[in-house]
């Protein structure tokens, strides 16, 4: 069946190290995105890309970084700029028509 | 991309129907209305979406209405498992220079009781 994974499911980090969250997809979707979500609030939108080799800014990029090599995958970096990385991070794909997201499970990143 | 406004949290008796609304009122002319909702601690799952006519699928039904400034989402028979929070986007089609984006709001918590 086709669909989007993330992985690791929990994550835990040591204060300023970098880690690197998964997403692969098999849906051959052009569109990739990374949101982050807050205990108790809605979805925000780190990074997106829209083709391969190319990406843009969401609305709080800043101690973030993705890549987009191969259009099956999206990595999310959280790097040690990052001042609050504790949250639920979510990856999506979609085609480039009108169709909805598919969301992955998310995986939740704790700073220890 | 337009803002929507929902009403924070609703409760609705299981079995009974229920309505979720959202306002939009400045969405443009090349926007979808898009209902997502995401049960606690998962991905969000997509609903349905709608341009300018109602639409249902399997899940619900979705009214917009005639001026497209406000929607309602129908759950037609709510059940325990329908408990989550539900998001309305708006979101700009293809050629837009926005296309893709999806900018969520802060949704509607229903609560289904028994």
């Known amino acids: 069946d086709g669909g989007i994974t993330q992985s690791p499911k929990y994550l835990f980090r040591k204060e300023g190290q970098n880690v690197t969250l998964s997403c692969e997809q098999n849906?051959?979707?052009?569109?990739m995105y990374w949101y982050r979500q807050d205990p108790g609030q809605g979805l925000r939108l780190i990074y997106y890309?829209?083709?391969?080799?190319?990406?843009q800014k969401g609305d709080i990029a800043e101690g973030y970084s993705v890549s987009r090599e191969k259009k099956e995958s999206f990595p999310l970096t959280v790097t040690s700029a990052q001042k609050n990385p504790t949250a639920f991070y979510l990856c999506?794909?979609?085609?480039?028509?009108?169709?909805?997201?598919?969301f992955g499970s998310g995986t939740r990143l704790t700073v220890v | 991309d337009a803002k929507t406004t929902q009403p924070p949290s609703m409760d609705c008796a299981e079995g009974r129907a229920a309505n979720l609304p959202c306002n939009h009122s400045?969405?443009?002319?090349?926007?979808?209305v898009y209902w997502y909702r995401q049960i606690h601690s998962q991905g969000p799952q997509y609903i349905i979406h709608g341009l300018k006519n109602n639409e249902t699928n399997e899940m619900a039904s979705l009214i917009i209405t005639e001026d497209r400034k406000s929607s309602t989402l129908i759950l037609p028979h709510a059940t325990l498992r329908d408990t989550a929070v539900y998001y309305c986007?708006?979101?700009?089609?293809?050629?837009?220079?926005?296309?893709?984006?999806?900018?969520f709001g802060q949704g509607t918590t229903l609560q289904v009781k028994p």
């Open positions: 400045t969405i443009s002319g090349n926007e979808y």
């Open positions: 890309s829209q083709i391969v080799n190319d990406f």
């Open positions: 986007i708006v979101r700009a089609i293809k050629h837009s220079s926005n296309t893709g984006k999806l900018i």
């Open positions: 999506a794909s979609s085609t480039d028509t009108n169709s909805g997201y598919t």
């Open positions: 849906l051959n979707h052009d569109a």
